[in-house]
């Protein structure tokens, strides 16, 4: 079965500064898509960036970067410049190729930003 | 367009009675999706739609849930006999047929289920 790990239930930033969170996953694809979703509180889940499991290169959205570590089923999102918008839950998720958009969510991370 | 709407945002229901949900999607999108969250957890998978056909349901989907989608168009799920348990937020997303360039859901707000 997929698994998708995030080990941090809460992080902090301040506005301007960079924070990192962590995902790790489990599966014997060799062909899937890793995501990364953000909710903010009482509002609808939107897609904050998408990797390729095929693609050698790490997926870039303006201040949204991704750490992907294909060996090591890692896949971290870097949030450069923080703003008062990002704070919200950040979800992590596989989606195993199954033709369809099955996807698998870690527990979250939530995302404090101080002024 | 504004999106997947779903409808009510919230709903209170007593144990044992019956709720249904209901989910709009993207005029264009033909795949919806069932999710569950409860609190403190990540969405989980319950069961997929491409236009009116249920192609895929989760075992987390007992007997007691159903989910139809006539004409392909909006969706409902029904919890008959609620306990407990059921209260989570229930969200729905819905996208087109996917490319390898276009794989994204996009989600509802939900709706809150408190059984009480």
């Known amino acids: 079965a997929q698994t998708v790990t995030q080990s941090q239930p809460e992080m902090s930033v301040q506005e301007a500064e960079t924070v990192t969170l962590s995902c790790t996953y489990d599966?014997?694809?060799?062909?899937?898509?890793l995501f990364w979703y953000k909710q903010p509180p009482s509002r609808q889940m939107i897609l904050v960036i998408r990797?390729?499991?095929?693609?050698?290169q790490n997926a870039t959205e303006n201040r949204f970067s991704v750490n992907f570590q294909k060996a090591a089923k890692s896949f971290s999102l870097k949030i450069s410049d923080s703003q008062l918008g990002d704070a919200a839950m950040y979800f992590c998720?596989?989606?195993?190729?199954?033709?369809?958009?099955?996807?698998?969510f870690g527990t979250g991370t939530r995302l404090l930003v101080s002024p | 367009d504004t999106g997947v709407s779903q409808n009510p945002r919230h709903k209170i229901t007593k144990r044992g009675q019956n709720v249904t949900f209901r989910c709009d999607p993207i005029?264009?999108?033909?795949?919806l999706y069932w999710y569950r969250q409860t609190l403190g957890q990540g969405p989980e998978f319950l069961t997929y739609?491409?236009?009116?056909?249920?192609?895929?349901k989760s075992r987390l989907l007992s007997d007691r849930f159903s989910a139809e989608r006539p004409k392909g168009s909006f969706s409902t799920l029904e919890i008959q006999r609620t306990e407990q348990g059921d209260s989570a937020m229930y969200l729905c997303?819905?996208?087109?047929?996917?490319?390898?360039?276009?794989?994204?859901?996009?989600f509802g707000q939900g709706t809150r289920l408190t059984v009480v």
């Open positions: 997303a819905s996208s087109r047929r996917e490319t390898r360039e276009n794989t994204e859901a996009f």
């Open positions: 599966t014997s694809e060799s062909d899937y898509y």
């Open positions: 990797q390729e499991a095929y693609k050698q």
């Open positions: 998720a596989s989606d195993m190729n199954t033709g369809f958009q099955k996807l698998v």
């Open positions: 005029s264009e999108h033909n795949r």
């Open positions: 739609f491409q236009n009116e056909a249920q192609l895929e």
